[in-house]
C-alpha cells in the first residue's frame, strides 16, 4: 500500500511538472515569436564581448585547476554545434575540449553504458564540452529504438545519482537543452539538401527521426521531470534565433562559473630582434597558385 501510494504521488508531480514546463513552452513560444531577429552588427560586437570575458575564464580554470562539464542537447537543428562553435572559437583547443562520439563501437557496447563517457571527462584545467552526451539513452536511443524500455527507465532513474557523483568529485556540470519550434527545425533540415556546406549535417538518421516529433516531446519531458535536480538543473535556451542563443548561452555559462580577470604578472611587449643575419637558400618551393 505504502509503494502504490508513492507512485501516485510521484505520478502526480510528474504530471504537474510537466504541465507546468508545456506553459512556460508555450509562454516561450509566444515571447519568441514577437522578438525580430537580432542584426549581425549587433550580435558580432556583443560576441566579442563575451569572447574575452570567456578567455578570462579560460585563465582562471587553469589557474584554479577547475573542472568543468558542459552538455548540449536538443533535437535536430536545434542549434547545438553553431552554439558551440561559438563557445570554442577564441579559446584554446587544450583546455576547451570538445567532445563528439560516433555510434558506440561493439566492444563499447559491452561496456557499462557510462563508461565512455566517463573517460571524456575533465583534468584539473579543463573544461569538456559533450556534443550530445550520456542522454543519448533518454533521446535518441530510446525514441528510435536502439535500447529497451527497461534500459531507458534505468538511465533516468540512475542519471542523477551518477551526475551527483560528479558534482561531489569537483565538477561543474552544466546541461542546456536547445529547444527549437518545429517550424523552424523543418526549416534549417531543409536549407541542409541542396547546401553543399551543410549536407553532411543531414544524417540518414535525421531523416527517420524527422517524424517523430511528438516521441521525442515525450522523451525530452519525461527526461526533464526525473534529471532536473538541484545539483545538477537544466537549462533551456529557446533557439529560434541563432544569433541570440548562443549570446544568451555564452552569458549565462559565465554567469554559472564564479571566475576573476587575472592581473599579468608584467607587461607584455614583443622584445627586439634583429633580421638579416642569414640569407635564406634559394629553394624551389612549390608555391600555391595565388588565384584571388
Known sequence: MVELAIQRLRSSLDSCYLANMSKKHGEADAQAGA??????KSYEKELERLHVELVKLQL???HKG????VVFEGRDGAGKGGTIKALTERVSPRVFRVVALPAPTEREKTQMYMQRYVSHFPAAGEVAIFDRSWYNRAGVERVMGFCSDEEASWFLKTAPQFEFSMTRAGIILLKYWLEVSPEEQERRLSSRIDDGRKIWKLSPMDLKSYNRWDEYTRA??????ATDTEWAPWYVARSEDKKRVRLNVLSHLLEQIPYKELEPEEKVELPSRKIGRYTP?????KYVPEKF
Open 35 to 40: 522578438r525580430q531577429k537580432l542584426d549581425r
Open 60 to 62: 582562471w580554470v587553469v
Open 66 to 69: 577547475l573542472k568543468v562539464v
Open 220 to 225: 525530452r519531458d519525461e527526461m526533464f521531470a
Open 281 to 285: 637558400a634559394p629553394h624551389p618551393f
